[in-house]
T-cell receptor, first 117, second 109 residues
Framework: EPEVTQTPSHQVTQMGQEVILRCVPI?????FYWYRQILGQKVEFLVS????????KSEIFDDQFSVERPDGSNFTLKIRSTKLEDSAMYFC???????????????FGEGSRLTVL | KQEVTQIPAALSVPEGENLVLNCSFT??????LQWFRQDPGKGLTSLLL?????REQTSGRLNASLDKSSGRSTLYIAASQPGDSATYLC????????FGTGTRLQVFP
């Protein structure tokens, strides 16, 4: 079955550094998402992306965060200046277009663990 | 604001038992509800998706029901196995997917 892939699986960075997390969604999907999970806490929504623009974002997704779909396959999350509290597991997800039998079902990647020191 | 709660928070059972995991949500205006499995340190695996117009979905030993008007869903696991040990998350979709707190399940031989 097709899957969402994420790189890197683990990144350690110094506070204040820029980080880019990469995702390859399922190939025929049109809706893309980033979520995060701080250790021991709930999975939290960050941002959704459709038709080359952000469709929704949470309060967490401030000016330090940005997303981009630089080509037809990748979807990236950039954190410009990392803070200690950005340490979390970041999950990318994608879902199919309307009319698909699985419309509305989100498929998640394995996650990228970010550790900010 | 949509809130999703799951009980119990943790469950430890012997192999072979039939289990019921509960999920409740505060706003019934949802598009769908999805159940996930998460192994420690791993990603989220979609188990079942129930559209708002549906009452239940089945996949193998798993059966999920949805009562939208009362804001409840249950995940039924038949004949549990040690390999079922994981955290089970429910999530409801409004304009975004909102997750519950999870039920950590351990099935021992």
């Amino acid at each position: 079955e097709p899957e969402v892939t994420q790189t890197p699986s683990h990144q350690v960075t110094q506070m204040g550094q820029e980080v880019i997390l990469r995702c390859v969604p399922i190939s025929n999907h049109l809706y893309f998402y980033w979520y995060r999970q701080i250790l021991g806490q709930k999975v939290e929504f960050l941002v959704s992306f459709y038709n080359n623009e952000i469709s929704e974002k949470s309060e967490i997704f401030d000016d330090q965060f940005s997303v981009e779909r630089p080509d037809g396959s990748n979807f990236t999350l950039k954190i410009r200046s990392t803070k200690l509290e950005d340490s979390a597991m970041y999950f990318c997800a994608s879902s199919a277009q309307r009319g698909s039998g699985r419309f509305g079902e989100l498929f998640f990647g394995e996650g990228s663990r970010l550790t900010v020191l | 604001k949509q809130e999703v709660t799951q009980i119990p928070a943790a469950l430890s059972v012997p192999e072979g038992e039939n289990l019921v995991l509960n999920c409740s949500f505060t706003d019934s205006a949802i598009y769908n509800l999805q159940w996930f499995r998460q192994d420690p340190g791993k990603g989220l695996t979609s188990l079942l998706l129930i559209q708002s117009s549906q009452r239940e979905q089945t996949s193998g030993r798993l059966n999920a029901s949805l009562d939208k008007s009362s804001g409840r869903s249950t995940l039924y696991i038949a004949a549990s196995q040690p390999g079922d040990s994981a955290t089970y998350l429910c999530a409801v979709k409004t304009d975004k997917l909102i997750f519950g707190t999870g039920t950590r399940l351990q099935v021992f031989p």
